[in-house]
């Protein structure tokens, strides 16, 4: 069994910042790519940002130069640090990550439960 579980959503005034944590677990033998999406009310999820094992990283144009997405192999995380939050970035932020269970020749993607983000005044 493998799970995510991600912390850091929250309500934030625009301008500021979070950081979103995802913490894989369970009988993990490797995990290839990490990534972040989000889904805003009424629209469609969508990719936000990407790290591959080697740390080689890739984001949405709408998040370029405020959102920086990292990851710590040896705990399993990724994060993703949001900075210059606007309104529009509203929405529920969800973790997804490419892992080889132990005693599999293959890798599943996995879903965590979702963290809502809100930036209002």
């Known amino acids: 069994q493998v799970q995510l579980v991600e912390s850091g959503g929250g309500l934030v005034q625009p301008g500021g910042s979070l950081r979103l944590s995802c913490a894989a677990s369970g009988s993990i033998f490797s995990i290839n790519r990490m990534g972040w999406y989000r889904q805003a009310p009424g629209k469609q999820r969508e990719l936000i940002a990407s790290?591959?094992?080697?740390?080689?990283?890739n984001y949405q144009d709408s998040v370029k130069g405020r959102f920086t997405i990292s990851r710590d192999n040896a705990k399993n995380t990724v994060y993703l640090q949001m900075n210059s939050l606007k309104p529009e970035d509203t929405a529920v932020y969800y973790c997804n990550a490419d892992v080889r269970p132990t005693g599999s020749y293959y890798y599943t993607s996995y879903w965590g439960q979702g963290t809502q983000v809100t930036v209002s005044s």
């Open positions: 790290i591959t094992s080697t740390g080689s990283t």
